[in-house]
């Protein structure tokens, strides 16, 4: 090796680094995931046993047989969960009949003030397709961590809080399979589209 081309492939090196860098920070979609690694999509998720928003238990497993649109946040957020269940029910609405197989499902990340009957209450002013769950701290752990959701308590000056938590929307094919994301503040096109795409998956 010259010490040109030991230059170039120092270079190379340097920037298949970085590319990889990227897209794994891409594919790794949350704080959380484990850094330097792109892991399988396909492990995305896992069976899971909560309560709905009617009080009974909701059980969810990977191949449901209809596409789901997952997210997780809390009904005290002030900013990104009314944003994303707004402009989910928008996107809903666009899709018509298009969506009518689409199941929606929004999970708290904070259990302690997110009762059943909060979680009816809150998610009235939005699409009857989104359903809301809770459970026990230690069950809302276990699933956010299967679906690789960062969510963290954070104490405000007040003496209450809030929680930090990973914005994303999840999709799921059908087959329980991961189809993908939608990102916080994601166009609105753009959304309806993958929708659109996954409701045909
Ligand atoms: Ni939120």
Request: charged share 20%; hydrophobic share 40%.
């Amino acid at each position: 090796m010259t010490a040109l081309s030991a230059v170039r492939y120092a270079l190379w090196a340097l920037l298949a680094g970085v590319v990889i860098g990227v897209t794994a920070a891409a594919l790794g979609l949350f704080p959380g995931a484990q850094k330097g690694t792109v892991s399988g999509t396909a492990t995305l998720g896992a069976p899971f046993t909560l309560t709905a928003m009617t009080g009974e238990p909701y059980s969810w497993e990977p191949a449901t047989g209809a596409p789901h649109a997952i997210f997780f946040g809390f009904t005290f957020c002030p900013d990104v969960c009314p944003t994303t269940l707004y402009e989910m029910t928008t996107w809903l609405d666009r899709l018509g009949s298009d969506g009518e197989t689409i199941k929606a499902l929004f999970i708290s990340v904070d259990p302690e003030r997110d009762t059943p009957e909060k979680l009816a209450n809150y998610l009235s002013a939005f699409d009857e397709r989104i359903v809301g769950l809770t459970g026990s701290q230690a069950d809302i752990d276990k699933v956010a961590g299967d679906f690789r959701i960062y969510h963290k308590r954070v104490e405000l000056d007040d003496g209450d809080y809030t929680m930090d938590h990973t914005a994303s929307v999840l999709l799921f094919k059908p087959d329980g399979s991961f189809f993908g994301t939608i990102a916080y503040g994601e166009d609105a096109d753009s959304a309806v589209d993958k929708l659109r795409r996954l409701a045909r998956s």
